[in-house]
């Protein structure tokens, strides 16, 4: 079984600041795939990243930042120099193969508040 | 990456009626899926739906309450029907991209209340 926990619920930050989310997972399978989306209050889900998990490599895009360690499980989030564009609820999630495909299995979310 | 659109964005409908969405996807993908995420909740996934044959059900989903039909490789419907206000959720449409749809993007979600 796959499991994601992000277990801040809720972070909240003034304009500027450095905030790193957390995810930690669980899974049998050694071949399975992270992923970061982002949800605005629109709604929609924005992709923001997958990383697989044969690639240890951090990842930096902009402001953006991950850090994937196999080693605690973890795959966390940062945003450098925070924004109030970046208010959002962000999900971390999983995919193992499941029968064949990969169906993510998503954490609980964290809601991101940045203030001006 | 693929452009998905759904119809409608959002919905006020009464309890007992039922809500048939709407997924368009901008290229031809083998696997959708349908999700529900419940208010302050994270996503929940429905069904697997494959062209041309039956969808798939996750637990405690029926295809009597959430019937899905996907009749070509770039459209597919999710019907809620008899609701209730406890089906008052948002309703999202993905698709797997890539080798065993390793890469799964989204529409931009229907916005469900049921007084």
């Known amino acids: 079984a796959q499991k994601v926990t992000q277990a801040q619920t809720e972070i909240s930050v003034v304009e500027k600041e450095d905030v790193t989310l957390d995810c930690v997972y669980e899974?049998?399978?050694?071949?399975?795939?992270l992923f970061w989306y982002k949800q605005p209050p629109s709604g929609e889900l924005v992709f923001l990243i997958r990383r697989n998990s044969f690639d240890e490599q951090n990842e930096i895009s902009g402001r953006y930042s991950w850090n994937f360690q196999k080693s605690t499980s973890s795959f966390n989030f940062t945003i450098t120099a925070s924004q109030v564009v970046d208010s959002a609820v962000y999900f971390c999630?999983?995919?193992?193969?499941?029968?064949?495909?990969?169906?993510?299995?998503f954490g609980r979310g964290t809601s991101l508040i940045v203030h001006p | 990456s693929a452009v998905i659109s759904q119809k409608p964005s959002r919905d006020i409908c009464q309890r007992g009626t039922s809500l048939t969405i709407q997924c368009q996807v901008d290229s031809q993908v083998t696997m959708m899926f349908w999700y529900r995420q419940q208010p302050g909740q994270s996503l929940t996934l429905i069904a697997t739906a494959n062209q041309g044959s039956e969808a798939t059900y996750e637990s405690g989903f029926v295809i009597d309450k959430f019937p899905i039909s996907r009749p070509n490789l770039t459209f597919s419907t999710l019907t809620v029907s008899n609701m209730s206000p406890e089906d008052s959720s948002i309703y999202l449409c993905s698709v797997g991209l890539g080798v065993r749809s390793d890469e799964q993007f989204f529409g931009p979600g229907t916005r469900l209340t049921v007084l």
């Open positions: 899974t049998r399978d050694t071949t399975y795939y």
């Open positions: 999630a999983l995919s193992g193969l499941s029968g064949g495909s990969y169906i993510p299995t």
